[in-house]
């Protein structure tokens, strides 16, 4: 049986990279991590995409990503955390499966994050004050693209797991894994 995409959305820093890793694991799904298959796809880092080409062409492949995703069945899409930004990614990604919002405090999001330098929009940034800003910014865009929404703050990983898992599939995991 073939099983539908989930396509985890969200903040920076809320665990969509390790979620999906561990429901791909868990239920033999494709992993993709959208940042690295542009990355890799352009020869680039994102940080080297943002500053030479700026954020607009970074949200342009993106959208080309998602168009290309959204045609295929049995993964897991770690999307960046700006994709919602844009309703026809919102659109490819409904077209695909199941859209996931992640969520965590500012708080937990500063800790998550403090120490990578592989955030262009965090960049001389770093405050859990412009995170919180930012983060409210985003939060019509997050709420109106999910299907359902996974609050991460205090859970593990396998409670997260478990709790999308049972949400997007019911009890039919039980007979797919």
Same mark, same amino acid.
């Given at each position: 049986?073939? @099983?539908?995409?989930? &396509? %985890?959305?969200? &903040?920076?820093?809320? !665990?969509?990279?390790?979620? /999906? !890793?561990?429901?791909?694991?868990?239920?033999?799904?494709?992993?993709?991590?959208?940042?690295?298959?542009?990355?890799? @796809?352009?020869?680039?880092?994102? =940080?080297?995409?943002?500053?030479?080409?700026?954020?607009?062409? &970074?949200?342009? %492949?993106?959208?080309?990503?998602?168009?290309?995703?959204?045609?295929?069945?049995?993964?897991?899409?770690?999307?960046?955390?700006? /994709?919602?930004?844009?309703?026809?990614?919102? *659109?490819?990604?409904? @077209? !695909?499966?199941?859209?996931?919002?992640?969520?965590?405090?500012?708080?937990?999001?500063?800790?998550?994050?403090?120490?990578?330098?592989?955030?262009? #929009? %965090?960049? =001389?940034?770093?405050?859990?004050? &412009? +995170?919180?800003? %930012?983060?409210?910014?985003?939060?019509?865009?997050?709420?109106?693209?999910?299907? #359902? +929404?996974?609050?991460?703050? !205090?859970?593990?990983?396998? *409670?997260?797991?478990?709790?999308? +898992?049972?949400?997007?599939?019911?009890?039919?995991?039980?007979?797919?894994?």
């Amino acid at each position: 049986m073939e @099983k539908q995409n989930i &396509f %985890l959305i969200g &903040f920076m820093g809320t !665990g969509k990279s390790t979620i /999906a !890793g561990e429901i791909s694991r868990r239920l033999g799904m494709v992993q993709i991590e959208m940042d690295t298959a542009i990355a890799e @796809k352009q020869g680039m880092s994102i =940080n080297d995409i943002f500053k030479e080409y700026g954020e607009a062409y &970074f949200r342009d %492949l993106e959208s080309d990503l998602l168009i290309e995703l959204q045609k295929k069945k049995g993964m897991v899409v770690s999307c960046g955390g700006g /994709a919602v930004l844009r309703s026809r990614n919102v *659109q490819n990604m409904k @077209k !695909g499966g199941k859209t996931v919002l992640l969520t965590a405090s500012p708080e937990t999001i500063y800790q998550r994050v403090k120490r990578n330098h592989d955030r262009p #929009i %965090l960049n =001389n940034n770093m405050t859990v004050e &412009f +995170i919180s800003e %930012l983060m409210e910014k985003r939060r019509q865009s997050y709420e109106s693209a999910a299907d #359902i +929404i996974i609050e991460t703050d !205090g859970k593990s990983v396998s *409670q997260i797991c478990e709790e999308i +898992i049972q949400r997007v599939y019911g009890n039919e995991h039980i007979f797919t894994i």
